[in-house]
């Protein structure tokens, strides 16, 4: 009978000095059935170290397959290479046991027995054992490296700092000053807002794309923006096998240990800041637990006051062009329409409920109200300032520098020529290779355009961040400021009914009276009258030319017009469609 074996194979640690030694083991293991004259059906070979078998997917793989019919054998080195940890070692014989297979240690040059139970089970307590202490030293070494402060790992790719050698870094100035305008807005707006308005003014990160929510809170929260690392928050616990939180006063904190990009003072106010918006957001003295704002500043806010449903942001496209008007639907009329079990609420479009809800906190909110226009000022002024800094003037300067230098070098090159410092051969190969620098700095200086160009095109930049922030960001800002006191907004077909907190668990709700364009009715007897005024003054026009001037579709038109003549308010004076257009009112008139 052939007996039929498989290799287990793993190294002690993931450092690359074991690599050599795996395939060492596995050669071994493999001569080692080649020797014994036994069939090798397949091979579980893991790079990956580790005390317990968490993570060890060819070991995972090998302890399912003890359950099947592939193989009668398993070759290991020795028994540590397996596990270090007493618990899963039994498990593992256990297994072994049931399912008739045998296990080979090919060091010792024997099998496993039921008799070595008593040495192989002492044998993986000592290798537990040898393991923990390893994990003390290691820890302790850790800690020991952290106090000297000497050299600080951190990711690479760390926002606003460039690794320049081992242990140096020096910061990434157009980053810094990205750094430097996000804890500039934190003072004042949430992370999601800050995303928006970088976004806006075409700030990115490293990749080039929109700095995400959670980018801009780990910036903000990292001490490292104001030169401090903090080391020793967490580390690995052997026993429990997780990361486990260090309290603080074990941390270790090394301040000015890498340049920074805002000051110690900047730093705590922003953090201070984001405290106590958590704290009203999530808080406010009477929130209910459940409170959760959603994915965009109305999420979770707006209530269908008929059928107590929440309101859901959908998108609709124009008729016109290509562009979307954003929309707020009751969800029970999304899910089974206007009829049976839906609801036949009116639809709000965002602009405008946003201009409403605007005019609502400066006429009747008072509590914590700032100025718009002031927010406006201070964003533009730090925007304003951190654009010219990357503005082709301050280019222009920094050339004209290195021209003047260049010049310099080319007199003091004639001069160490006139003093016999240097030969005519070195002096014409070194003034050769200086009139290219010269050359291409001055290409470079003809192609930039001049200050006033420079200056008029930063306006204009200005003149579109301005109008943006005036037009929809002050606007939102405002409102989410608002939100905060706001539990909910009912939503009636005429009205709004607001509910606010109020200090000392108490509550109180505020009616806002919709506009005509709001409701729905109303909105649908308005665009009636206005086909009747266009029929008035063209009674040749079409259905076509109507769907035009309301931007609309044609059959939203079409079923108007069928609604007025079902109403007798109109009426067609002709056949095949030639004809007129007769407004029934202006007819009884005559």
Known sequence: MI???????????????????????VQEAEECILQKEWMQVDSYVESKSGTTTKGRAEYNRLFDDLLEDKFDIVVVKSQDRLMRNAKDWYLFLDRLVASGKRLYLYIENKFYTPDDALITGIKAILAEEYSSELSKKINNAHKNRQKKGKVFIFPPNTYGLCKISKGRYELVEDEAEAIRLIFQLAKNYGCGTIADILEENEIYDREGKPFEEEAIRRIIRNPIRCGTIVQN???????????VQVPKEKWVVHKNAVPACVTEKEWQEANRAMDERAMAGNVKNCKPESSHRGKYILSGKLKCGQCGAVFYRRYRKKYKDDSYIVEWKCSSYLYHGRRAEGCDNIVLNEEKLFDLLQNFQRDSYREGQRDPMDIVEKVMAFIEKVLEKNQDF?????????????????????????????????????????????????????????????????????????????????????????????????????HLEIHFYLEKSRKTAVCCVLPDDFVYQKKKAMECIRIEKYMRENPCITAKEIAGLEGVGLSAVNYRIRKLRRQGKICFDGKGGHGKWIVCDDKEGE
């Open 394 to 494: 301050q280019k222009k300067k920094r050339l004209e520098e290195k021209l003047c230098f260049q010049k310099t070098l080319s007199d003091r090159l004639l001069d160490k020529l006139l003093y016999g410092v240097i030969t005519d051969d070195i002096y014409k190969i070194k003034m050769e290779e200086l009139e290219e620098s010269i050359k291409k700095t001055e290409e470079e200086l003809e192609r930039l355009p001049d200050e006033a160009e420079v200056k008029k095109m930063l306006e204009n930049r200005m003149y579109v961040i301005r109008q943006k922030l005036e037009s929809s960001f002050v606007k939102k800002a405002v409102v989410s400021e608002m939100l905060d006191s706001i539990e909910a907004i009912f939503v009636f077909p005429d």
């Open 233 to 243: 928050k967490r580390h690995w616990d052997f026993q429990t096998k997780r990361m």
């Open 3 to 25: 007996w039929r074996a498989v290799v287990y194979c793993r190294c002690s640690t993931e450092e690359e000095a074991q690599k050599d030694a795996l395939a060492k083991q």
